[in-house]
């Protein structure tokens, strides 16, 4: 639905559009859409599949989830180079039912600990059932995701990533690019049950202990 359109700005009001089983509503305005196309636009956002919107199919890593949430963004001109270095505003989302297909994100970090060669094969006949299973999963569930973002010149800021499984913590920070590159940072977190009985299995992870008696990377 278009609220008015003039012959230098247009207004809209509850536009709507489907993709997949998802839905995105939009309203705002472009000033000069002939020229500069200043715009000034909301979001909202409700039940879009990221497997939807995401082209994945050649990613070594593929991403599943629903997502919804609220946001805000201003610019000058639709262009990718234009908003690249104009786009800003603010986001608000909540991913449901994530999940990353083809990585163990738990046995991958301790793969990665490479002063103990395979460390999650040494550690896994000191483990609950439980997380036996969680170490030889090929993907990985996550718990819901919040994700506040921050949109400067075309370059998503996140200073607070939280996400959960139940076999680890990510906390950190991180930046995205219009352009596909990204940078995360932050702390890993084991939690103190399968801490225990990583550090049961093998003696010298006792020194990524941390006060709450978790493994700290």
């Known amino acids: 639905q278009i609220l008015y359109l ?8 509850k536009m709507s559009a489907g993709i997949g089983e998802g839905k995105i509503g939009l309203l705002g305005s472009v000033e000069d859409y002939l020229k500069e196309q ?10 879009l599949k990221i497997q939807d919107l995401l082209v994945q199919e050649n990613a070594p890593v593929k991403a599943e989830g629903i ?6 963004g201003r610019g000058k001109g639709f262009a990718p180079e234009a908003l690249r270095s104009s786009l800003s505003g603010s986001a608000d989302l909540a991913v449901v039912s994530a999940k990353l297909k083809d990585i163990n994100v738990l046995r991958t970090v301790l793969d990665k600990i490479s002063v103990i060669p395979g460390l999650s094969e040494k550690i896994q006949g000191n483990l609950s059932e439980r ?7 090929k993907d990985t569930q996550l718990s819901d ?26 906390q950190g920070a991180g930046q995205a690019g219009m352009d596909g590159r990204y940078a995360v940072e932050g702390a890993f977190l084991i939690p103190q049950e399968l801490s225990t009985g990583m550090v049961a299995a093998v003696k010298e992870l006792q020194y990524l202990v941390n006060e709450n008696q978790q493994i700290y990377l």
């Open 6 to 13: 003039t012959t230098d700005a247009i207004k809209l009001s």
């Open 38 to 47: 200043r715009f000034d636009l909301e979001a909202d956002v409700q039940g």
């Open 67 to 72: 997502f919804s949430g609220k946001l805000k």
């Open 131 to 137: 997380y036996k299973q969680k170490l030889n999963q």
């Open 145 to 170: 995701i919040k994700l506040p973002v921050v949109i400067e010149n075309g370059l998503f800021l996140m200073k607070n990533i939280s996400v959960e499984a139940d076999e680890f913590l990510f």
